[in-house]
Structure formats: structure tokens, C-alpha cells
């Protein structure tokens, strides 16, 4: 009797943007060394580039399928509504894709993981009968957030939020209150929440990795295995086993060699995602601060952030020179691995967040929308490696934030704690550890499945 070979191919599924597309490529990265193939599918917008695919993935197969819904709408529909559209446009062109890799590879599929924004990948996995994974490139307590924001009546949670109980612990998740549980800027509270329960919705999906760390997240890690019933597998951070190129933007590497002219943990970082905006106000408060601390700083001013802006008035422009160094875009974990800086100033997007804990940083904490305002809470709170600077950004408060992290005894007990944390964080990848088990455990489940 003939002995039927495992299916070897991996096919990954990453939401088109580069919070989830990096994850995603370190996620292909490591299960390719445990010998299995990868197929990453992908849209027209948001690719990993051409070079990228040669030079750093060039045994991974790309396949871009038809396009179910232009970058302009983006911009148009708001981010909800956009993610709504995707899902119901795409399913039937994924179907097809699918079922192209099974002619084309012999039925070789061994599990379709897909982000979970693209939770339309479900249907196509149970009409060919394939294993399916969820990944969530965000933090387990987001990911809780959103099972509790599903169970709750819309118009009750909006007239709570009016009243003292948005201070209130949510039951059995660590410290995080009702008015945590953040929706502004995703758009009107109901499409959220419709949003929210799809993604919340396992359907026939066999796991979940979330891309999280057992000693970072351990109750909300249980609180979501209790919640989905099936298993949860933390098995981050991707960057420190996965780690190569894979940014979707140019990145400028002049920064490095200002860096090497700095002295020892002196220089503030300042990332706010590649997402964000801010008014051109702020950014001038920004700029009057982070002199006024005397402390040297990297500053990343992604285009196109600033609504209008054309440049800094002369006279900051020359103070900043003077001071500072400004870029389009960093290779940040190269910059977080810098001996020259000493703290970081983030939106506390999840990759951000735990790229600076993996390097031993404390924070600034400037939070935009959703899961950055829970990362942030668990920053200041629940970790005590940072501070949050919270309602209008005005000069004296960054020129405060600034010498409370990097000179003051308070910025120094919180680099303690973080070093303390980078150091669990770090034993968890190694033999042994958390997420090196629970990663060996997935893929033995996918050799045998």
C-alpha cells in the first residue's frame, strides 16, 4: 500500500498593509525553514516588491489576484466600510485562486493562513475541505477587546461611555476598562461592530497564532482560549526569528550614520506608523519641544502625513538641524538596535511596540486610534515602561516627556523594567521557551494534519 505524503505548502493570506505584510513575510520565513513551501497571495496595491520577492523571498511563490476593490476607495469609504467591501468582493476571486494552487501543486495544500482582516479566505478552505489558521498581527488583548465590544448592545456601550462606567474593569482581562475598548476614527459604531463580530467568528478555522508573547499577554492569552474554544498559539515576536527586509516603503539609511556620531543611549526616536496624520500645529509643537529637551532626536516624517505641509518655518528648521535629524522612513529595527538611542516615541502600533520591548527601550506614548490606544494603556499601566502624552501636544509637555524618559531617575527605573522584560521576551524564542513550543507544536499539527 502506497504511504501518503504530507502536504508540504503553506499558503499565506496578509491584509495589504505594512503592520500586517511584515509579520506575515517573517511568519513565511520561518515555517519555510521548517521545510515547508510558501504561496503568499496578494492584491495589486501594498505587494511586496518585486526586489524584495528575488532578494529576500526568492523560493516563496507570489500570486496576485484580481483586483476586488481599488487603493482610492480606501480614502473614500474610511477604513470599516473599506474592509466590509474587500470581504464580499474578494471571496469569489480567492476561490479561484485556490483552486488553480491545487491543479497546479497536486492537491499539495497543507493549511491556508489568513489575516484576520481577510476573513473571506474562510470560504474557500471549507469548500475544498483545507485546514485553515487565523493570524492576528495585533495584541491578544485587542483581539479580546473585540470579543467583549461584540457582545455589547451598541446604543447601551455609547450611553455607558457617557457615565462612570467606562471606568470600570472589563471582567477577567487585566486592567482594561470599558473606555479602552476604543473604535474612534474606524468609522459609525454599528459597521464596527459588524466588522469586529466576522473577525471575532472562528467559523472552521482549527487555530489562531497571534504574533504575542505568553509573558507579555498571559491573561488575555487564556481569556481568548476560553472564549474561541480552540487553540491559541502566541508565537511572537516574529522579528527576532524571522527577521529581514520586508518593508513596503524605501527606507533611508543615512539615519545609521547619524546615529554613529551620537552618544550612548542620548537620542529619542520619534516613528508615528505608516498610517497616521497629524495637524501641522502639532508638528511645530513637536518640533519646539524636542529642542527645547536638548536631547539629540530621529524623527521620521512619513509623506504625505502632514495634511498641507510644505516644510518647518526657517527658524525651527534651523533649531531642528541643529538638534535633530529628520527622514522619510527608517529601517527601525536597525535604529532600535542603535546604542546611540535611548527611548522611543511611538504610536504604539503592535510591531512598534514590541520591536522597542525586544530591544529593552521605555516609551512615549502617542496613540491615534483602536488597538494603539490598548497597547498604550498596557505600555504606562500594566509593563510601566512608558508614558503616555495624552490631549494636546504643547512644547512644555514634549520638552517634559523628552527628560522624563531619557534623563530623569523616572526614565531610568523604566528602562530597568523594560531590560528585565526584553530579557523574558527574548527566552521565549530560544529552546524551551513559550513561543519556540508553541511553534513547534503548530507545525507538527501541520505535518500530520
Same mark, same amino acid.
Given at each position: 500500500?502506497?504511504t ?10 496578509? #491584509? ?11 511568519l513565511g ?10 504561496t ?5 496595491f501594498?505587494?511586496v516588491s518585486s ?6 523571498f526568492p523560493d516563496f511563490?507570489f ?7 481599488p ?5 473614500r469609504?474610511?477604513p470599516?466600510?473599506f ?12 476561490k479561484?485562486c485556490?483552486?488553480?494552487l491545487l ?7 497543507a493549511c ?6 481577510m476573513?473571506?479566505c474562510?470560504a474557500?478552505?471549507?469548500?475544498f475541505k483545507?485546514?485553515?489558521v487565523i493570524?492576528s498581527t495585533q495584541s491578544?488583548?485587542?483581539q479580546?477587546s473585540?470579543?467583549?465590544l461584540?457582545?455589547l448592545n451598541t446604543?447601551k ?10 471606568d470600570k ?23 464596527v ?5 466576522e ?12 504574533n504575542?508573547?505568553?509573558c507579555?499577554?498571559d491573561?488575555?492569552?487564556s481569556w481568548?482560549?476560553?472564549?474561541f474554544g480552540i487553540?491559541v498559539y502566541?508565537l511572537?515576536?516574529?522579528?527576532i526569528?524571522?527577521s529581514?527586509?520586508?518593508s #513596503?516603503?524605501e527606507?533611508?539609511r543615512?539615519c545609521?550614520e ?8 542620548s537620542v ?5 506608523g505608516s498610517?497616521a496624520?497629524i495637524?501641522?500645529r502639532e508638528?511645530?509643537?513637536m518640533?519646539?519641544? #524636542?529642542c ?5 532626536f530621529?524623527?521620521v516624517?512619513?509623506p504625505g502625513?502632514i495634511?498641507?505641509w510644505?516644510?518647518l518655518p526657517?527658524?525651527?528648521?534651523k ?9 522619510k ?7 532600535l538596535a542603535?546604542h546611540?538611542v535611548g ?7 503592535w ?6 520591548i ?13 488597538e494603539q ?5 498596557y ?5 510601566r515602561v ?5 490631549g494636546?501636544?504643547?512644547r ?7 527628560r522624563?524618559l531619557?534623563?530623569?531617575e523616572?526614565?531610568?527605573c523604566m528602562?530597568?523594567?523594560a531590560?528585565?522584560l526584553k530579557?523574558?521576551v527574548?527566552a521565549s524564542v530560544?529552546k524551551?521557551?513559550s ?6 507544536e503548530?507545525?507538527?499539527?501541520l505535518?500530520?494534519e
Open positions: 500500500m502506497e501518503r505524503q504530507p502536504k508540504r505548502r503553506i499558503v499565506l493570506v496578509p #491584509l495589504p498593509a505594512q503592520g500586517h505584510v511584515t509579520p506575515f513575510m517573517q520565513k520561518a515555517v519555510y525553514v521548517k521545510g515547508f513551501s510558501v503568499v497571495i496578494q492584491g495589486h501594498h505587494q526586489s524584495s520577492q528575488q532578494h529576500d511563490q500570486v496576485t489576484i484580481p483586483e476586488s476593490l487603493e482610492s476607495e480606501y480614502e469609504l474610511g470599516t466600510e474592509l466590509l467591501k474587500l470581504n464580499k468582493t474578494s471571496e469569489a476571486s480567492f479561484d485556490i483552486g488553480q491543479v497546479q501543486h497536486g492537491d499539495d495544500i491556508i493562513i489568513y489575516d484576520e482582516f476573513y473571506f474562510e474557500a478552505a471549507k469548500e483545507l485546514p485553515s493570524f491578544a488583548t485587542n479580546a473585540r470579543c467583549v461584540r457582545n446604543k456601550f455609547l450611553a455607558d461611555m457617557e457615565d462612570d462606567v467606562q474593569v472589563v471582567k477577567k482581562l487585566h486592567l482594561l476598562r470599558f473606555k479602552d475598548l476604543s473604535v474612534s476614527g474606524l468609522g459609525p459604531l454599528d459597521r461592530l459588524e466588522l469586529f463580530n473577525m471575532v467568528n472562528k467559523k472552521t478555522a482549527f487555530a489562531v497564532i497571534i504575542t508573547v505568553s507579555l499577554e491573561s488575555s492569552l481568548l482560549e476560553q472564549e487553540p502566541p511572537g515576536p516574529f522579528h526569528t524571522g529581514m527586509p520586508s #513596503l516603503v527606507e533611508d543615512t545609521i547619524w546615529l554613529n556620531k551620537q552618544k550612548p543611549r529619542i526616536y520619534i516613528s508615528l498610517v496624520h495637524e501641522t508638528v511645530l509643537e518640533a519646539l519641544g #524636542l527645547d529637551s536638548n536631547q539629540p530621529l524623527w516624517i512619513r502625513s495634511p498641507g510644505v516644510s526657517e527658524e525651527v528648521s533649531m531642528v538641524s541643529e538638534r535633530g535629524y529628520i527622514v522612513w527608517a529601517p527601525q529595527n536597525e535604529v542603535h546611540a527611548g522611543f516615541w511611538s504610536h504604539c502600533g510591531n512598534s511596540t514590541l520591536e522597542s525586544v530591544e529593552g527601550f521605555p516609551m512615549i506614548c502617542r496613540p491615534f486610534q483602536g490606544k490598548i497597547n498604550a494603556m505600555i504606562e499601566s500594566v509593563w512608558g508614558i503616555q502624552l495624552e494636546e501636544v504643547k512644555k509637555r514634549v520638552e517634559r516627556a523628552v522624563r531619557l534623563v530623569d523616572e526614565g531610568a528602562r530597568e523594567r531590560l528585565a530579557e523574558k527574548k530560544r524551551g521557551g513561543s519556540y513550543n508553541a511553534f513547534d503548530l507545525v507538527n499539527y505535518k500530520t
